[in-house]
């Protein structure tokens, strides 16, 4: 039953990834189907044909799980892949950003391919009965629940980005100061409470989000510890993946550690709330994060940012880009399925 949402997800990804910033669209006049008859290799980088492999395995992972009852199932999911990079690849060659290669198709059909295996591995009875399993002992009553679990598995791409404080909604630019009304006398004490509060509230978010999808109230705490652990760890990973040394904990500062204690604070009191107050105190959370970041009067300063990093400026740019359009989506959904809870939440079991 999820599985179909699981490869909506796993679509959704791929077409931010390979046509941000969804703008700049252009025709430069070369014939437009040329690209695919390109002498092999064309345009290759072993950077980039890894990400084309890796982006696409949850593809074919996903379309095996959504077409397991087919007898040709592992032939169909290998050419969605195929059929769905060949036209990314062709949209792209109107991006000024991107460039059109047949390689590329190659290295996402094999990455599709892969996903096809792991799903045909992952399909087999035992693997299934561990899930349901996992699902009746571990996950709240409602197939909205599994859903949720995706769509939880999606925000960690958020914290990919080391130039986004950790849990934070703002980024504070390096550079020169930029002027900005503050409606407080004191500006930098608005720019310090709107970071630590977006801090805060983008914990509080995602902490009750975690205590809905949990089977009994006991499991919540854990649950919660543990997701914030792995997003901290996938953090830092990326941080001294893509950061110079001495920026290594460039994505952390006093306003976030104190709205993080905040937060754990509030978390202390909101736990001990039946599931739909949760929902209800997770769902304005959220849409006091959309607000902050609305509010915040500053803007990325892409110049200055770029010698804190390893990467070049292409690779970033796709990166972060995937990474902030995310992080815009991620929201929507999330209060979409609180909204879901604080009407239809099962009753809690300790």
């Not at 909205?144 to 679990?149: F, H, I, K, Q, R």
Request: proline share 6%.
């Amino acid at each position: 039953m999820v599985s179909p949402f699981l490869f909506a997800v796993s679509l959704l990804l791929i077409l931010i990834v390979s046509l941000y910033p969804l703008s700049g669209w252009r025709f430069t006049g070369e014939p437009i189907t040329a690209f695919y008859t390109y002498p092999l290799p064309y345009y290759f980088t072993v950077f980039d044909n890894a990400i084309n492999v890796l982006a696409y395995i949850p593809l074919g992972l996903s379309a095996m799980f959504f077409l397991r009852r087919y007898r040709l199932a592992f032939f169909y999911a290998t050419c969605i892949g195929f059929l769905v990079s060949m036209s990314i690849e062709f949209a792209q060659q109107f991006l000024p950003s991107r460039v059109a290669s047949n390689m590329d198709i190659m290295s996402n059909t094999l990455g599709c391919f892969l996903g096809a295996i792991a799903g045909g591995v992952l399909s087999h009875r035992y693997f299934l009965r561990q899930w349901l399993q996992f699902r009746h002992d571990y996950l709240a009553p409602s197939a909205v629940a599994e859903w949720g679990l995706i769509w939880l598995a999606l925000w960690f791409v958020t914290q990919f980005d080391p130039n986004l404080p950790f849990l934070g909604v703002v980024v504070m630019p390096q550079g020169l100061p930029q002027p900005f009304v503050s409606p407080i006398k004191n500006p930098a004490l608005f720019l310090r409470l709107l970071e630590g509060g977006g801090m805060m509230l983008h914990l509080l978010a995602v902490a009750l989000f975690v205590s809905l999808l949990v089977r009994y109230h006991r499991y919540a705490p854990r649950a919660i510890m543990g997701v914030l652990l792995c997003a901290l760890l996938l953090k830092m990973g990326f941080a001294g993946m893509l950061l110079q040394p001495e920026q290594f904990f460039a994505w952390i500062n006093l306003n976030i550690a104190l709205g993080g204690i905040a937060g754990i604070v509030f978390l202390a009191i909101f736990l001990r709330f039946n599931r739909r107050l949760r929902a209800l105190v997770g769902f304005l959370a959220l849409c006091s994060v959309n607000i902050i970041a609305y509010l915040w009067p500053l803007s990325t300063n892409s110049n200055n940012s770029l010698d804190a990093y390893k990467w070049n400026y292409g690779h970033l740019q796709h990166f972060n880009g995937m990474s902030s359009a995310i992080g815009d989506i991620w929201p929507v959904g999330a209060m979409l399925f609180l909204f879901y809870f604080m009407l239809f939440a099962p009753e809690d079991n300790d």
